[in-house]
């Protein structure tokens, strides 16, 4: 049972990358799947969640209307697109998956399942 995210890298301010997280062993579909993200020294950030019930999304608020969480069940993976990108995204953003099946992000899914992490730096 493996979570992989993948996509990071170096990218200049209001550039765009697109993350992935692939797993393996487990199926991502009928799970609630979150991104979260954690800077040295401070603690881990929750950036989005999509519910797997319904498929409704959700943002921290500073990543509203620039981030996109998606998932591709054929592929058994799911996305993160982050557009605008600002230093302030800066962080090793990591990938999570509730360990039951058919929760929704807003009934406190119980993220079990966890990515290495992929470094995100944003800078001219």
């Known amino acids: 049972v493996q979570l992989q995210a993948s996509g990071g890298g170096l990218v200049q301010p209001g550039g765009s990358l697109r993350l992935s997280c692939a797993a393996s062993g487990f199926t991502l579909d009928y799970r609630a799947i979150g991104w979260f993200r954690q800077v040295p020294g401070k603690e881990r950030e929750w950036v989005s969640c999509l519910s797997s019930s319904d498929g409704s999304t959700y943002y921290a608020d500073s990543m509203k209307g620039r981030f996109a969480i998606s998932r591709d069940n054929a592929k058994n993976q799911v996305y993160l697109q982050m557009n605008s990108l600002k230093p302030e995204d800066t962080a090793v953003y990591y990938c999570?998956?509730?360990?039951?099946?058919?929760?929704?992000?807003?009934?406190?899914?119980?993220?079990?399942?966890w990515g290495q992490g992929t470094q995100v730096t944003v800078s001219s």
């Open positions: 999570a998956a509730d360990r039951w099946l058919g929760s929704g992000c807003d009934t406190g899914p119980d993220f079990g399942y």
